[in-house]
Structures are given as structure tokens and as C-alpha cells.
């Protein structure tokens, strides 16, 4: 019952399936609520602390907060803020522990969440550091695919992109670890694969897994495809990037081939490699993935402060 009482959400490895599963129970229960709220956090305060850009992500967990009845205060930037006149990341979060019940971070360098964690004393969510991990998108990404097969085990997935720097998807690949895949391809350009710590991690997870160059091969075995964008700002070297850009695009050719109950997830935003008439398919499942994002972030931010909600 208290598995996440005032618990910190850094890594999506550190929860377990019971867990993953209570927090889509959760989920259910919010659904109702998610227009007209909940007010069982009155009084709580939830600061969030983004130095790297989001709509969806600050936007959702904000709408969360209030619609639970709780308070925000929100720093989007760095700008603005005493970080520009040289203050630590870690004094930073020294003084929102004064000022807030729950802080959510997001930041570019890897561990940046796990820090602040260290350092507060109230509970931190890691909004996604650096290329490394975004656990509750996570979470969404695995309550989306629960929703819309009724299981997430013995199912085939595809991921295809950005493997290399999207941590969105180095996330997803944790999280599916959690469970039972029946197989998960890896598709990428060759200077996009997913890197050794990543793969590394696959194989002592012991989960069956393939990297593959080209959707057509694999496409029609697939039951989820999860795209993602060129992470174009992670680029160390912008050379790197233009032998990458429009490399791989999702079109209604390719999906030719796809299983009839195919779904096509992604964590948005998308630029251009989903071609836009894909949207209309059956197979589009991003847009109803995308709507998750308030109610389970009600829910985990209520099963962290104990908040009972009935149905
Ligand atoms: C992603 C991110 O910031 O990691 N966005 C999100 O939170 N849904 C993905 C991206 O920027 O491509």
C-alpha cells in the first residue's frame, strides 16, 4: 500500500510490477476526475524546475497538481532565475525544499534528478535528465500499451529513431524489463543505436531483443511501434546530425505491411518523422497516449502523498 509514499521517481527501474500495476489502478480512478479534479491535495505545493524545454511534460504534471487541488510555482528557463548569476543546481534545490511539498526536475545533464534526490528531503521527480531517463513518460508509455492490448507481456515491440540519445526511449526499454516482452527490435540508423550501457542492460535482463537497420524487415511482426524524434540538441557535432536527419519516416506505405492491430506510440513532439496522414489510421495511438498524461500523473502524485480517492 505504501510503495510510494513520499517516494522519490528518478529511475523507472526502481519500481516494480506490483507497483507499475497499483499506479495503473490509479490511473483508472483518476479518469473520471481528470476534467473536473479532486481536491485531496489542498494545501500541497509542487514546484517545477525545467532548464531544458517541455510543454507537454510541465504543462501535464501542473494540470495534475491543480486539478488534485494543489499549488504550483514554476521556474521554465533558466532565465530569470539566480542560476543565471552562477547559484548551484544544488543550492537551487536546497531552497525549493523550503518552498514546496514535491519538486519536479527536468535538466540536460545525466543524474541531475538522482542529485537533487540526494539533497531534498521532499520527494523529486525526474522529469527527464539528460538522454538518460523520463520515468513517468515511462509510465504512461507502458499504461497506454495496458490500455490498449489489456497486457503489455508477450507482445512484440519496435522501437524505432533516436536510439541513441532519446531517453524517452532508453526509458521504455527499461520499463519493458519490468515485464515480459516477446521480443523487442531496435531499429535505427547505425549512428543512432542504442548505446552500449543500453544494450548492456537488455542483455542481463535477459529480454530477447534484435537491432535491425530497416522497419520493412520487421514491421509486420510488430504489436507496438514506439518512433522518436532526432534528438537534434543532444548532438555533440552537427555534421553527425545532417547524415541523420530524415533518415527514417513512418508513412502509409510502410504500414502496408503492419498487423492489423498495430499501434504507434510516441512520447511527442514529432517534427517530421511521422508523415502527418499516418495521424488518421487506426494504427495512431499517440494522441490517446498523450491524453494519459494528466490522469496518471494525478494518480502518482496522489499515491505519493497517501491521498484516498474512492470510486
Ligand atoms: C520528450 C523529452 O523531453 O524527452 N518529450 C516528452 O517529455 N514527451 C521527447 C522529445 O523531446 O523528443
Same mark, same amino acid.
Given at each position: 500500500m505504501m510503495s510510494f509514499y513520499m517516494r522519490d521517481v528518478v529511475s523507472i527501474i526502481d519500481f516494480s510490477r506490483d507497483d507499475l500495476e497499483k499506479l495503473f489502478r490509479m490511473t483508472d480512478k483518476m479518469m473520471p476526475y481528470k476534467r473536473g479534479g479532486i481536491e485531496v491535495l489542498k494545501g500541497k505545493i509542487m514546484a517545477s524546475l525545467f #532548464?531544458?524545454?517541455?510543454? *507537454? !511534460? *510541465? #504543462?501535464?504534471?501542473e494540470s495534475a497538481m491543480k486539478r488534485l487541488g494543489g499549488d504550483v510555482i514554476t521556474v521554465s528557463g533558466a532565465e530569470g532565475t539566480s542560476l543565471m548569476k552562477g547559484e548551484s543546481f544544488i543550492d537551487t534545490i536546497r531552497m525549493l525544499d523550503n518552498y514546496a511539498d514535491i519538486i519536479v526536475v527536468r535538466h540536460k545533464y $545525466?543524474? %541531475? %534528478?538522482r542529485l537533487a534526490a540526494d539533497i531534498a528531503e521532499v520527494p523529486i521527480i525526474n %522529469?527527464?535528465?539528460?538522454? *538518460?531517463?523520463h520515468p513517468t513518460q515511462t509510465m504512461i508509455? #507502458? =499504461?497506454? @500499451? =495496458?490500455?490498449l492490448k489489456g497486457r503489455i507481456d508477450d507482445l512484440t515491440y519496435g522501437l524505432v529513431g533516436d536510439l541513441k540519445y532519446a531517453r524517452t526511449a532508453a526509458s521504455f526499454i527499461m520499463g519493458l524489463s519490468i515485464f515480459r516482452p516477446k521480443k523487442v527490435y531496435l531499429i535505427s540508423h547505425e549512428l543512432l543505436r542504442a548505446r552500449e550501457e543500453i544494450l548492456d542492460f537488455l542483455k542481463r535482463s535477459g529480454i530477447k531483443y534484435e537491432e535491425v537497420t530497416n522497419l520493412r $524487415?520487421? &514491421?509486420?511482426? #510488430?504489436? &507496438?511501434? =514506439? @518512433?522518436?524524434?532526432i534528438q537534434k540538441e543532444r548532438f555533440p557535432d552537427p555534421l553527425e546530425y545532417e547524415k541523420v536527419k530524415g533518415s527514417y519516416k513512418i508513412t502509409l506505405d510502410i504500414l502496408k505491411d503492419a498487423k492489423d492491430d498495430l499501434k504507434i506510440l510516441h512520447p511527442l513532439p514529432k517534427v517530421d518523422e511521422i508523415d502527418p496522414k499516418v495521424d $488518421? !489510421?487506426?494504427?495512431a495511438a499517440y494522441f490517446i497516449q498523450a491524453s494519459y498524461g494528466v490522469p496518471l500523473r494525478m494518480a502518482l502524485l496522489a499515491l505519493i502523498f497517501g491521498a484516498e480517492v474512492e470510486k
Open positions: #532548464l531544458e524545454p517541455s510543454t *507537454r !511534460t *510541465r #504543462l501535464s504534471f $545525466e543524474g %541531475a %534528478a %522529469a527527464g535528465d539528460g538522454r *538518460r531517463q508509455d #507502458l =499504461y497506454t @500499451v =495496458y490500455k $524487415e520487421v &514491421i509486420s511482426e #510488430l504489436d &507496438i511501434l =514506439y @518512433v522518436t524524434r $488518421e !489510421t487506426k494504427y
